[in-house]
T-cell receptor, first 114, second 112 residues
Framework: DGGITQSPKYLFRKEGQNVTLSCEQN?????MYWYRQDPGQGLRLIYY???????QKGDIAEGYSVSREKKESFPLTVTSAQKNPTAFYLC?????????????FGPGTRLTVL | QKEVEQNSGPLSVPEGAIASLNCTYS??????FFWYRQYSGKSPELIMF????GDKEDGRFTAQLNKASQYVSLLIRDSQPSDSATYLC????????????FGTGTRLKVLA
């Protein structure tokens, strides 16, 4: 089955700890994205990548880092510099990076700070 | 600041009725428009997209786009309780960036 997988489904972080969220796709999509969703707010773009070894900051990149070493994988690290990381994190991918390309979402990771 | 506006709801409709969800956007150059459905605690799933003015139908769903008035709507015919969810409108700009701009979503409740 083709699709996007995210792990873990739930993640708990202690204060001052870095955590990494996994995102893998087998759709052969070039573009991948990370969004954050908070209650009552729309999805906000954290980072996106159009091709391997290249990525761009989105609207709320502070406190986050990414890598894109493989086409299939786009992990997101939430660093201790992110002061309010509790949220629902969504990874998405699209065939290319054209604005007409549809983005498809993974199941999400719910991060909670203890 | 480019914005996408949706009424947060909840919009309550009886089973079998037509649900009408609306979305307005501020960037006149926007060219692609997407509707996603999101069940509570789940990720968004694509319902349909529309690029051209007018109507686009897919089963019980119809998307309507009016670029002159800068709104896009989603009609759901013969609404079912399983349609109860939050519907997200996403708009993609003309500028060629890869960014969608999402509205905050409208919560739909279909009453059995």
């Amino acid at each position: 089955d083709g699709g996007i997988t995210q792990s873990p489904k739930y993640l708990f972080r202690k204060e001052g700890q870095n955590v990494t969220l996994s995102c893998e796709q087998n759709l052969n999509h070039d573009a991948m994205y990370w969004y954050r969703q908070d209650p009552g707010q729309g999805l906000r773009l954290i980072y996106y990548s159009q091709i391997v070894n290249d990525f761009q900051k989105g609207d709320i990149a502070e406190g986050y880092s990414v890598s894109r070493e493989k086409k299939e994988s786009f992990p997101l690290t939430v660093t201790s510099a992110q002061k309010n990381p509790t949220a629902f994190y969504l990874c998405a991918s699209s065939i290319g990076g054209a604005s007409t390309d549809t983005q498809y979402f993974g199941p999400g990771t719910r991060l909670t700070v203890l | 600041q480019k914005e996408v506006e949706q009424n947060s709801g909840p919009l309550s409709v009886p089973e079998g009725a037509i649900a009408s969800l609306n979305c307005t956007y501020s960037d006149r150059g926007s060219q692609s428009f997407f509707w996603y459905r999101q069940y509570s605690g789940k990720s968004p799933e694509l319902i349909m997209f529309i690029y051209s003015n007018g109507d686009k139908e897919d089963g019980r769903f119809t998307a309507q786009l009016n670029k002159a008035s800068q709104y896009v709507s989603l009609l759901i015919r013969d609404s079912q309780p399983s349609d109860s969810a939050t519907y997200l409108c996403a708009v993609s700009p003309l500028s060629g960036t890869y960014k969608y701009i999402f509205g905050t979503g409208t919560r739909l409740k279909v009453l059995a």
